[in-house]
């Protein structure tokens, strides 16, 4: 039973670029949730999905979007990158209708930006 | 907005010795959970809470949920060298399984 996996492991992008990490939920999971954690810092609520739709969002700018697929795969795009988005980008999983349900860590997209 | 906070940010202990940490939320929450994270890996989910004043154990970890619902702690008695990493409280707020997190209490046992 594949639990959540995230690519790439590593990437290294110059400001003002994009970039796009991928996310696959753990296997009968439907809900992708997107985290940026941040050097000592706990992880940061970006956004979640549900049904192809974006149903949470935190408190990130537009920059920040993404998309989920209809195997509940997901991915997250962020624009015009700056230093300060540096950061362990975490993808967690979970199922919408277990109340309560925990989530499902991927081991996460390093992410520096020069 | 929404925060929870958590002490302390680190704590140094002697194996044998006892460790707490400490969460608290600036509103009230559905439920909270703890994650612990090792280093340079991602976090583990280890338990969830619901009920106010709920007491849940596993082994040598205790966790508490407090009456409000908008404190929570671990507690770990008679640390070993396996329960190093980051402890991190995560609060749920409203029915999506959005979660805050704490900043984390990052536990060093010393052999």
């Given amino acids: 039973d594949a639990g959540v996996t995230q690519s790439p492991t590593h990437l290294i992008k110059t400001r003002g670029q994009q970039v796009t990490l991928r996310c696959s939920p753990k296997s009968g999971h439907d809900t992708v949730s997107w985290y940026q954690q941040a050097l000592g810092q706990g992880p940061q609520f970006i956004f979640q999905y549900y049904e192809e739709e974006e149903r949470q969002r935190g408190n990130f700018p537009d920059r920040f979007s993404g998309h989920q697929f209809p195997n509940y795969s997901s991915e997250l795009n962020v624009n015009a990158l700056l230093l300060g988005d540096s950061a362990l980008y975490l993808c967690a999983s979970s199922l919408a209708g277990a109340y309560n349900s925990p989530l499902h860590f991927g081991n996460g997209t390093r992410l520096t930006v020069t | 907005g929404q925060q929870v906070m958590q002490i302390p940010q680190y704590q140094h202990v002697q194996e044998g010795e006892d460790f707490t940490t400490y969460c608290n939320s600036s509103t009230t929450l559905s439920n909270?959970?703890?994650?612990?994270?090792?280093?340079?890996?991602?976090?583990?989910?280890?338990?969830?809470?619901?009920?106010?004043?709920?007491?849940?154990?596993?082994?040598?970890?205790?966790?508490?949920?407090?009456?409000?619902?908008?404190?929570?702690?671990?507690?770990?008695?008679?640390?070993q060298t396996t329960d190093v990493g980051t402890y991190f409280c995560a609060g749920r707020v409203g029915n999506f399984n959005k979660f805050y997190f704490g900043s984390g209490t990052k536990l060093n046992v010393k052999p």
């Fill in chain 2, 32 to 79: 909270i959970q703890w994650y612990k994270q090792r280093p340079g890996g991602h976090p583990v989910f280890l338990i969830q809470l619901v009920k106010s004043g709920e007491v849940k154990k596993q082994k040598r970890l205790t966790f508490q949920f407090g009456e409000a619902k908008k404190n929570s702690s671990l507690h770990i008695t008679a640390t």
